[in-house]
């Protein structure tokens, strides 16, 4: 699986950015989707995690009802719709995909696949 992820950009506090993770090669849809981001000087921590159907969804507690994961496997696509975004989300972020368990999870060593990630960046 290739990942692609794309969307990020500069945006002021409190508004709204829609990051797409595109993957090819071998089909994601039985795959564990996950977003992943970080800061320069932290660790990549976990932001979201989709399960293969797209009718289980996971979220850090930092971005709870801020942020929201979907996919479309129809077209072999995941999205990270961001909202009410703060200074502290400023990161690069990261799509992985996961083929080997039967639920996400919230540990980015347990994922296989990784996009090449992009930037976003909140100005207060």
């Known amino acids: 699986v290739q990942l692609q992820a794309s969307g990020g950009g500069l945006v002021q506090a409190g508004g709204s950015l829609r990051l797409s993770c595109a993957a090819s090669?071998?089909?994601?849809?039985?795959?564990?989707m996950a977003w992943f981001r970080q800061a320069p000087g932290k660790e990549r921590e976990f932001v979201s995690a989709i399960s293969p159907s797209g009718v289980s969804t996971y979220y850090a507690d930092s971005v709870k009802g801020r942020f929201t994961i979907s996919r479309d496997n129809a077209k072999n696509a995941v999205y990270l719709q961001m909202n009410r975004l703060k200074p502290e989300d400023t990161a690069v972020y990261y799509c992985?995909?996961?083929?080997?368990?039967?639920?996400?999870?919230?540990?980015?060593?347990?994922?296989?696949?990784w996009g090449q990630g992009t930037q976003v960046t909140v100005s207060s």
């Open positions: 992985a995909a996961d083929r080997s368990r039967a639920w996400p999870s919230r540990a980015y060593r347990d994922y296989d696949y």
């Open positions: 090669g071998r089909t994601s849809r039985n795959a564990n």
